[in-house]
């Protein structure tokens, strides 16, 4: 079983910027398309970014795009998202997955096979 595990989340001042990492386990990270999702107390689990297999391709949520950037670093079991100006309406637990043989990308919560347990980030006005 693959299993994820998210750092890098805290809190900063809105405007600010923030690096999430992702590090996954097992030798078969290259076969899966990696996304983030967030989730705000309450909410949907919304889609924020994902990225293809070896890194070729990125998708972003019209919310996030600009702003955020998603990559991956296959020798290191390892996606990331650069957060930059950030808005308090970010704050959320974001969550890394992982899609198992996805090569259209994907944004939905049902065709993520396996998730971390979340980080939290949260932006100040």
């Known amino acids: 079983q693959v299993q994820l595990v998210e750092s890098g989340g805290g809190l900063v001042q809105a405007g600010g910027s923030l690096r999430l990492s992702c590090a996954a386990s097992g030798r078969t990270f290259s076969s899966y398309q990696m996304g983030w999702f967030r989730q705000a107390p309450g909410k949907e689990r919304d889609f924020v970014a994902a990225i293809s297999l070896s890194g070729g391709r990125t998708n972003y949520a019209d919310s996030v795009k600009g702003r955020f950037t998603i990559s991956r670093d296959n020798a290191k079991n390892t996606v990331y998202l650069q957060m930059s100006s950030l808005k308090p309406e970010d704050t959320a637990v974001y969550y890394c997955?992982?899609?198992?043989?996805?090569?259209?990308?994907?944004?939905?919560?049902?065709?993520?096979?396996?998730w971390g347990q979340g980080t939290q980030v949260t932006v100040s006005s």
């Open positions: 997955a992982a899609g198992y043989r996805h090569f259209d990308i994907i944004s939905r919560v049902r065709e993520y096979d396996y």
